[in-house]
């Protein structure tokens, strides 16, 4: 250190006076030549470092920091989707659904269904269903019938949502015959009758649809012995309807072998 008067380099460290404003002399410290008594201030060596130092392991952590942030995938861009990407399946379904194949209309409306590939469109699945469901096809029957109950897509009816999913219920669909059990049972759509009501939640059952065997049970309660065995009896005699759609005729085929093996015969009590 040397003296800003004399030039001497016998210069020591002075202390603060009470009168001193520290604040103003922040980054320096006060120094006193030895020879001329000279009192002056200079950078603090000590306070210098620290502040070097400081500053040094600001920008390492900026640095660091910048380094994982560009290095670290953004989660918003990875997680969405590109507005116009279509995935290769869903063109696929699209073209085979054009071309007039049941499943594949039945597909492609499923999948503007919620949970399906694209954006929710309840028209889009009407139309897809519609086509499916002139060719027999028991799912889209069902569905049809549920977007006309809900009224999505379509003007809400009760009457025709009945008349589409008794199709499906008559081709061994067993959530189609658990819904008409259910419009027998409260009259929506259709006269109501327990006997039809328990009647379906039986079919139903019989396929190991757990809501069906419910449903059974809670219209049971509602009957007396007579309308209950008169409904079993019913179960036991039931024929499916024949369909031109392939689907439609195995799960026609399965439905009748579940009804023989599963609803007691009543008449051998």
């Known amino acids: 250190m040397i003296c800003a008067r004399c030039e001497s380099m016998n210069v020591r460290r002075s202390s603060w006076k009470k009168n001193e404003?520290?604040?103003?002399?922040?980054?320096?410290?006060?120094?006193r030549c030895r020879d001329c008594k000279h009192r002056f201030f200079k950078f603090s060596g000590p306070f210098k470092l620290s502040v070097i130092a400081t500053l040094g392991l600001l920008a390492s952590a900026g640095f660091l920091a910048t380094i994982y942030l560009l290095?670290?995938?953004?989660?918003?861009?990875?997680?969405?989707?590109?507005?116009?990407?279509?995935?290769?399946?869903?063109?696929?379904?699209?073209?085979?659904?054009?071309?007039?194949?049941?499943?594949?209309?039945y597909a492609a409306g499923l999948m503007y269904m919620p949970g399906g590939d694209f954006p929710v469109n309840y028209q889009e699945a009407l139309k897809w269903f519609e086509l499916a469901s002139k060719q027999g096809h028991a799912g889209a029957e069902f569905n049809l019938g549920l977007l006309y109950r809900n009224g999505r897509g379509v003007l809400q009816d009760f009457t025709i949502a009945t008349q589409w999913i008794?199709?499906?219920?008559?081709?061994?669909?067993?959530?189609?015959?658990?819904?008409?059990?259910?419009?027998y049972k409260t009259g929506e759509g259709i006269q109501r009758d327990l006997t039809q009501a328990y009647v379906w939640y039986n079919l139903s059952a019989a396929q190991g649809y757990e809501p069906g065997i419910s449903g059974r049970d809670n219209v049971a309660?509602?009957?007396?012995?007579?309308?209950?065995?008169?409904?079993?009896?019913?179960?036991?005699n039931f024929k499916l309807t024949p369909s031109n759609h392939g689907e439609s005729k195995?799960?026609?085929?399965?439905?009748?072998?579940?009804?023989?093996k599963n609803i007691p015969d009543t008449n051998a009590k």
């Open 166 to 183: 008794e199709k499906a219920a008559h081709k061994g669909y067993p959530e189609a015959q658990y819904q008409l059990g259910t419009f």
């Open 250 to 260: 195995t799960l026609a085929v399965n439905v009748e072998n579940l009804i023989n």
């Open 71 to 105: 290095s670290k995938p953004d989660p918003v861009i990875a997680s969405l989707p590109i507005a116009h990407e279509v995935k290769p399946n869903r063109i696929l379904i699209l073209e085979k659904a054009k071309q007039g194949k049941a499943d594949d209309q």
């Open 221 to 236: 309660n509602l009957m007396n012995a007579a309308e209950v065995l008169k409904a079993q009896t019913l179960s036991r």
């Open 21 to 31: 404003d520290h604040m103003s002399h922040f980054l320096y410290a006060p120094y």
